[in-house]
């Protein structure tokens, strides 16, 4: 072996054998997986305190009336809840797939920038710490909503406001430190043959995100320092008796706010992408297709920012604009659809639990992108704006969408990660139990918005109680289900049955072995292929 072999082995192997033990080595550590696997557990931890809020919230629509908590409070639930999730619990566990993933799908020893990597993870916490003590000021946390439109979150928000604005810059820099290690590792530390064509789609999507992040962070800084300077500096960005234009924060608060939804699906097309072809034992339909259609939807969603403002009065040819391209960007959707059905077709398939969790992804994100061409209809949105409709509409892209191939991810690449297997029932019973509870959640929020309840209201009128409480029956069921996760998990890490070289049988990815030239997807096909 020549010495430069050895050394590379040495930099990929040995990374940290003279590494500080215990805790220190979690503080210090420059390593991709050690940094993956904190992202990893930080966004489930979040994930359960979001999930906890939601909680609050479906007690306290169970029945009519105000039982349980304050309205105020019930406000701060709801603004907390969407701020936790989306950069908590989605955005940090896609970063913690990237870091374990990328390096080991491209061939590259570690992330280009192993201490920006360290840094960018470790000011999370003390974002979302400081982000969860303003619920403890006088006057309570944020309680205007996650989008917080002004004036709400200006004229009329509580003095802990200044902390969830620190906290979103805090957010933001972590994020944007995420995007470009990501950008540079791909481009710089690609295996020797890896060419742009041959990276895996999950490699494609995660750079196509990390522009997006990166164009789209400094946007909501702006528009979260504009509401600081207007809530006590006196300004008047959004202030209409100094001049200033409260429908102009929304301009800018969506054109951030809509290319940041994309951010949170289109590593899930990269994970669902690497998932189906492995159980199909087939390679992946038009994968190029799949490439450009990634693409398109990055640019297109830089140019349908106003569709959730066709309420605001805005002039008709911008309606039919913002209309049209929010038309427009379903097509490259749904080629990947199209795609993952045609990889599956005439496969030799199997259900092991992550390939039933991306079935599952398929089939509701689908409900999820069709409720969304819906609200795309400019007279129809009339109707359907600030309903459970869109509740409905969004949490079955990013509950079923997002965090489904988060989960699909997690069950795929445990056995990589901790070297055993996790407990297949376990896994059938917690896929079972979320994919019943999640529909009886959300699906009839669909016809709670339709006939007209209002979002983000602690009350509402006697004839919704009855789809209401089976809606938070099915909140609390949903909820428990993710328990089961967190036991498998467990007993994962702490042993259980040794992992095979190649755990599903068939996928002969990137994932599992060292990088060649070969294609990533150049799949193997078993021969009982019938």
């Known amino acids: 072996?020549?010495?430069?072999?050895?050394?590379q082995n040495i930099t990929h192997d040995d990374h940290h054998h003279d590494a500080p033990k215990g805790i220190m080595r979690w503080l210090l550590t420059t390593n991709h997986k050690d940094i993956g696997t904190l992202y990893l557990w930080f966004s489930f931890i979040m994930f359960l305190t979001g999930g906890a809020m939601a909680m609050v919230i479906r007690a306290e629509l169970f029945q009519p009336g105000l039982q349980l908590v304050e309205p105020n409070f019930f406000n701060q639930m709801t603004t907390v809840h969407g701020l936790i999730m989306v950069f908590g619990a989605v955005m940090p566990a896609f970063t913690g797939l990237a870091n374990w993933l990328i390096p080991m799908m491209i061939g590259a020893p570690d992330m280009a920038l192993p201490r920006m990597n360290n840094w960018s993870f470790w000011i999370l916490p003390f974002a979302f710490t400081i982000l969860l003590s303003s619920l403890f000021m006088e006057g309570g946390g944020p309680n205007f909503g996650w989008t917080f439109y002004a004036p709400l979150s200006t004229t009329y928000s509580p003095d802990s406001t200044a902390l969830f604005v620190f906290s979103i810059h805090i957010m933001g820099i972590s994020s944007i430190m995420g995007a470009i290690n990501v950008i540079v590792t791909i481009v710089n530390l690609r295996a020797p043959g890896m060419t742009w064509m041959k990276l895996p789609m999950f490699v494609w999507t995660w750079l196509i995100t990390a522009f997006l992040l990166i164009a789209v962070m400094p946007v909501l800084a702006g528009a979260v320092t504009m509401v600081l300077t207007d809530k006590f500096f006196g300004t008047s960005f959004f202030e209409a008796a100094g001049g200033g234009d409260p429908v102009m924060f929304q301009h800018i608060f969506?054109?951030?706010?809509?290319?940041?939804v994309y951010i949170m699906i289109l590593p899930s097309f990269g994970i669902i992408s690497a998932i189906v072809p492995a159980f199909s034992r087939k390679p992946l339909f038009g994968y190029s297709s799949m490439v450009y259609a990634t693409a398109s939807i990055a640019i297109l969603s830089f140019l349908v920012w106003a569709h959730h403002m066709f309420t605001t009065g805005m002039p008709v040819f911008a309606e039919l604009f913002f209309m049209y391209c929010t038309m427009l960007i379903s097509v490259p959707t749904g080629v990947k659809v199209f795609n993952w059905v045609a990889t599956m077709w005439r496969g030799s398939l199997s259900f092991e639990t992550p390939m039933l969790f991306a079935v599952a992804f398929i089939v509701l994100f689908t409900i999820g992108g069709f409720s969304g061409l819906m609200l795309a209809i400019t007279p129809a949105d009339f109707q359907y704006h600030d309903t459970y409709f869109v509740v409905a509409h969004f949490h079955y892209v990013l509950v079923t969408g997002a965090i489904f191939s988060i989960m699909a991810a997690a069950y795929y690449w445990l056995p990589k990660w901790t070297g055993h297997m996790y407990n297949e029932r376990l896994g059938q019973w917690h896929f079972w139990c979320s994919v019943i509870s999640v529909n009886v959640l959300f699906f009839p929020m669909h016809f709670l918005g339709l006939a007209g309840m209002p979002r983000r209201i602690p009350d509402y009128s006697i004839q919704f109680a009855d789809v209401n409480q089976i809606v938070s029956i099915g909140g609390f069921a949903f909820g428990l289900s993710q328990l089961i996760f967190l036991v498998l998990v467990i007993k994962c890490i702490r042993g259980?049955?040794?992992?095979?070289?190649?755990?599903?049988?068939?996928?002969?990815?990137?994932?599992?072995?060292?990088?060649?030239p070969a294609p990533y997807h150049s799949f193997t096909t078993p021969p009982e292929v019938k």
């Open 1 to 7: 072996m020549s010495t430069t072999t050895q050394d």
């Open 254 to 260: 969506w054109f951030f706010g809509h290319p940041e």
């Open 496 to 516: 259980g049955e040794k992992a095979p070289a190649k755990p599903w049988e068939g996928s002969e990815g990137l994932e599992w072995t060292l990088p060649s």
